[in-house]
C-alpha cells in the first residue's frame, strides 16, 4: 500500500526565503505526481505534475523535483511572500490507476 | 484542464439528516472521484464513479451511507446518509480528463453536523 509523507508539518519564514518542502513515497512505481496548495478551509488547486520519466517541473518561483528509485519529491519556492501562504499537499498517481494518495501536507506561514 | 463546480460550498446541518452535493464539470469525463478530507487530516478516497455503472468504495466506505450517482459524463452527486458529527469534513470532487493524467479538485464542501 502506498504511503506519502511530508516533512515538515509546518514551516514558518520571513518572506523572501527560499524555502523547500520535502515528499517521499514507500512505492516507487507511480505513474506521476503532483503538489497542489489549499487555502485553509477550499478546494486544492494544482500547482505542479510531474510525470514518472521526468525530473522536474517549473512554474514561474516553483520548482518540483523528483527522484523515482530513492521515492523523493521537493518542492523548492523562492522568493516567498505572503500569499504564498496554504497548506501544500504533495499526491502520488499510482501506475495503472486515476487514484491519488496524499501526504499530511506541510502548513507554510510566510510573514511580512 | 477541467474546471469542476462544486454545491454546497459549505451547509451545517442537524445530526441524523442527510445532504447532497453536487459536481459539475465542463467536459466529459470517465471517472469522477469523490474525497473527504477529516480535520486537521489528509485526504481519502470514498469511491470512483463511472457513468453508467455502479461507484466503487475504498474500505470504510459504504453506499448505503455515501450514496453516489453519476447520470450523464459530466455530472456527480454524493449524498452523505444518516449524519453524525463524525461526518464534519471537507468533501471533495476531482477528475482525471483523459488527455492528460493531471487531478483537478471543485472548491470542496465544507460540511459540519452539529
Known sequence: ?112 | SAVISQKPSRDICQRGTSLTIQCQVDSQVTMMFWYRQQPGQSLTLIATANQGSEATYESGFVIDKFPISRPNLTFSTLTVSNMSPEDSSIYLCSVVPGQVIEAFFGQGTRLTVV
Not at chain 1, 68 to 88: E, V
Open chain 1, 1 to 112: 500500500k502506498q504511503e506519502v509523507t511530508q516533512i515538515p508539518a509546518a514551516l514558518s519564514v520571513p518572506e523572501g526565503e527560499n524555502l523547500v518542502l520535502n515528499c517521499s513515497f514507500t512505492d516507487s512505481a507511480i505513474y506521476n505526481l503532483q503538489w497542489f496548495r489549499q487555502d485553509p478551509g477550499k478546494g486544492l488547486t494544482s500547482l505542479l505534475l510531474i510525470q514518472s520519466s521526468q525530473r522536474e517541473q517549473t512554474s514561474g518561483r516553483l520548482n518540483a523535483s523528483l527522484d523515482k528509485s530513492s521515492g523523493r519529491s521537493t518542492l523548492y519556492i523562492a522568493a516567498s511572500q505572503p500569499g504564498d501562504s496554504a497548506t501544500y499537499l504533495c499526491a502520488v498517481m499510482n501506475s495503472g490507476y486515476s487514484t491519488l494518495t496524499f501526504g499530511k501536507g506541510t502548513m507554510l506561514l510566510v510573514s511580512p
